[in-house]
């Protein structure tokens, strides 16, 4: 499809009045490939929140939905919220999780608390499986990268249609999924954004799925090496025990797992299998959790493991059964069998089928971003080192391709920071920090210059602040400075690290 730029698609648009809208009357809106399914006011404390979950809090705005159809097989549902007062004069995008099939509701509440026109998109279907590719190629790029652009294209002309005017200032903000398709709207569509935060991106998508197997096929290939969660805990607590204190400060969480090297022979049972050893067997599947996974016939490592620290997450991987989104990936994108069995997999020729078949599709691995650099884009991107779905390595290794590519740090600096929270999982929660405002940060850098040389995070418990740390722009790490409370971020300082190896 030929890609229409704003300015045409709003003088396709027939709006009426031109100037400041009134709400329904958005219904009226004519785009290419686009209905306008609903236009509707929400009064203030009118939308339904999960309890506990700013309950009654929302101000008034006017609601649009949309169903957008760029081929004859797509049916992409968006909807655009705009305040109906106090409008900062910007927008914010919101990422979607897992296959992606529905509207992301509840952080739109809060963007537009920010004061934020606010879009987001259920990419093309509806529910959590990839079974919906199964024979719908057209829909797999809908979910890859188009619905994403197209609603960016859409929300931007309501936003003029009902302002008069379109936003100054235009933001995407996405963890895992969500994550990946910041780094997609990079990579690809360079002038829809001006600033990116992108979470946790599971940029890798083919790779992630590939370990993800890799680790079932560890736990469960004959069964002997499965590690009940209930024997966890001990792992977790004999990689504290070991490295701990690596960082200067012994507080539970690990500030660069790479300076770990605990193995997990440590814990082998001395007799019969007990809940605080592990039999020869989970040992060796414990260090291929650890690992990377390795095509047997080259040895060319095909995506990283999981970081020490990351112990109490492993159900994810290493549970009962094997991560569904992996799973449904390979069952209905790469071999279009439903009933295709994790066990199967050839680590040589699957591999490089699915590498084969996605052909940047869903990955967002290109690392030529100077299109979206030299129209002074902005990228954050930050990942939790305990992250236990997906690599944390994943960020640091798409970090340093962009870093080859464009001729080193000097390059990128003031555009690209990647920021790893030590003892974070996945999106959140976790031992370490794992509250942070990036948008702010993101704000300040694209509006008023001011790159983000330190990001202020807070771990809450029962509901209370108990700890700050800086977080430090990779590959710096925070650094006690001997004198303060280590539960106090200015007791810190951002030094580069070492970058050691396991």
């Keep these: 499809m030929r890609r229409l730029a704003l300015s045409t698609i709003l003088a396709l648009a ?51 939905t949309a169903t957008l159809r760029p081929t004859s097989d797509s049916d992409i ?23 992606s099939g529905s509207i992301n509701h509840n952080p739109m509440v809060l963007a537009l608390r920010r004061g934020y026109a606010i879009s987001s998109t259920d990419t093309g279907h509806s529910g959590s499986s990839a079974s919906f590719a199964l024979g719908h190629p057209e829909k797999l790029i809908d979910y890859a990268w188009r619905s994403e652009h197209e609603m960016t294209l859409k929300a931007k002309a ?21 994550g990946k398709q910041a780094l997609k709207e990079a990579q690809r569509y360079p002038d829809d954004y001006d600033g990116i935060i992108a979470g946790a991106p599971a940029a890798n998508w083919t790779g992630r799925a590939v370990q993800a197997i890799w680790t079932a096929q560890a736990v469960h290939q004959d069964e002997a090496g499965y590690i009940p969660p209930a024997k ?26 790479r300076r770990c ?16 050893c592990l039999t020869p067997p989970q040992v060796e599947a414990a260090r291929k959790i650890y690992g990377p996974s390795v095509n047997p016939r080259t040895g060319r490592p095909l995506y990283p493991g999981l970081e020490r620290g990351s112990e109490l997450g492993w159900a994810t991987w290493a549970g009962p059964q094997p991560l569904a989104i992996s799973l449904d990936y390979f069952r ?28 940047a599709r869903i990955n967002a691995l290109d690392p030529d971003l100077r299109p979206f650099f030299a129209r002074g884009g902005k990228l954050i991107q930050y990942h939790g080192w305990n992250d236990p779905q997906i690599s944390p390595g994943n960020s640091v290794d798409y970090y340093k391709s962009v870093l080859h590519r464009l001729g080193g740090e000097a390059k990128i600096r003031d555009s690209y920071r990647l920021f790893m929270v030590p003892g974070m999982a996945h999106c959140g929660d ?24 330190r990001i202020v995070a807070s771990r809450l418990r ?29 007791s810190f300082v951002c030094r580069p690290s070492s970058e050691p190896r396991l």
């Design 261 to 276: 090297h605990f193995d997990p022979q440590a814990l082998e049972c001395k007799g019969a299998d007990a809940p605080g």
């Design 332 to 359: 209905y994108v790469v071999f279009e069998d439903p009933k295709w069995d994790f066990r199967t997999l050839d680590f040589d020729r699957g591999v490089a089928r699915a590498e084969k078949l996605d052909a």
């Design 232 to 257: 966890y805990p001990a792992i977790h607590n004999a990689v504290l025990a070991a490295c701990d204190s690596l960082d200067g400060v012994t507080d539970g969480v690990l500030e660069d797992p």
């Design 77 to 99: 549902q968006i909807e655009v919220w705009l305040p109906d007062r106090d409008w900062n004069g910007k927008y914010q995008a919101l990422g979607n999780g897992g296959w």
């Design 158 to 178: 309501i936003i003029a249609a009902y302002y008069g005017s379109g936003p100054r200032h235009s933001y995407w903000n996405g963890c895992s999924a969500g």
């Design 14 to 64: 027939s709006v009426s009045p031109p100037l400041t809208a009134d709400c329904m009357s958005l219904i009226n809106l004519s785009f290419p490939n686009t209905t306008i399914t609903l236009a509707q006011p929400v009064t203030a404390g009118e939308w339904p929140m999960p309890a506990g979950v700013f309950p009654n809090q929302n101000p008034p705005f006017c609601r649009v």
């Design 430 to 453: 976790g031992d370490g920090v794992n509250v942070f405002d990036m948008v702010t940060a993101l704000e300040q850098w694209v509006e008023d210059q001011r790159p983000p040389a």
């Design 462 to 490: 029962n509901g209370q602040t108990d700890r700050t740390r800086p977080l430090c722009p990779y590959p710096q790490t925070a650094v006690y400075q001997g004198k303060g409370s280590t539960d106090d971020e200015s």
